[in-house]
């Protein structure tokens, strides 16, 4: 469809299927930077849910809805230029959004962990530490799947291997600091911190380029889609 419109394909030479793919989700991406930044502005120095604008970010949710389908649309009407200028900040504005992220989880997961201690009761205290057991059990067991899948045997994998063990470092980087005296912290925090942490990491090494040798699930996945087709 984005072929077909004029002032986006304005080429010379029609660039190949993945521009106008990548392309198509940066205008969607544009499209919600732009509506939870006004969102954002219409919310800023607001200090309790007394405030009317409050009943914005709690309520009305066709109006927004409506909103942000009519912001995305309007996006697809903007130059290619501007698209391009996004595509270079958004790069940096990611990074920004995954610490926002883990600072929304730390503080979630700070807060139930201060809740369950605060009922002062060994079956709590229990639950704490099977939860956090739990939590490294699923982060190591994953990231020995990451091993697996983004560092087969044959290839030159050195970035992988480094993602992956860089992310292992951090883990036990984390829990270290929860256990110092002086931090006074907790396993819970640093256990939920630590698996997200590898989940990140194998939401980026499966980003990797779909023909790349050591992106092991996508190359997996086409020869057993070519194998059930050639059956």
């Known amino acids: 469809l984005l072929q077909s419109i004029p002032w986006i394909n304005h080429f010379h030479k029609t660039p190949d299927r993945e521009w106008?793919?990548?392309?198509?989700?940066?205008?969607?991406?544009?499209?919600?930077?732009?509506?939870?930044?006004?969102?954002?502005?219409?919310?800023?120095?607001?200090?309790?849910?007394?405030?009317?604008?409050d009943k914005i970010h709690h309520g009305g949710w066709m109006a927004k809805i409506f909103c942000w389908v009519v912001i995305v649309f309007l996006m697809f009407f903007v130059p290619n230029g501007v698209v391009s200028f996004y595509e270079s900040i958004s790069k940096f504005g990611s990074g920004l959004f995954l610490l926002v992220q883990v600072v929304l989880l730390l503080d979630f997961v700070h807060g139930w962990n201060e809740n369950w201690v605060a009922k002062d009761e060994q079956f709590w205290y229990m639950a704490l530490l099977v939860v956090s057991v739990v939590c490294y059990i699923v982060t190591f067991s994953f990231s020995g799947l990451l091993f697996h899948w983004f560092t087969p045997s044959g290839h030159d994998c050195g970035i992988n291997l480094f993602f992956i063990v860089f992310t292992l470092i951090l883990v036990f980087v984390f829990a270290i600091v929860a256990l110092h005296p002086k931090i006074n912290g907790s396993?819970?925090?640093?256990?939920?911190?630590?698996?997200?942490?590898?989940?990140?990491?194998?939401?980026?090494?499966?980003?990797?380029?779909?023909?790349?040798?050591?992106?092991?699930?996508?190359?997996?996945?086409?020869?057993?889609?070519?194998?059930s087709l050639s059956l």
């Open 20 to 53: 106008f793919e990548t392309d198509a989700v940066l205008r969607v991406s544009l499209g919600n930077f732009v509506f939870f930044t006004i969102l954002a502005i219409i919310m800023a120095g607001i200090k309790d849910q007394k405030d009317p604008r």
């Open 187 to 227: 396993l819970l925090p640093a256990s939920v911190i630590a698996l997200y942490c590898t989940y990140l990491c194998y939401s980026g090494l499966s980003s990797e380029p779909r023909d790349y040798e050591c992106n092991g699930p996508h190359n997996h996945s086409k020869a057993v889609s070519t194998g």
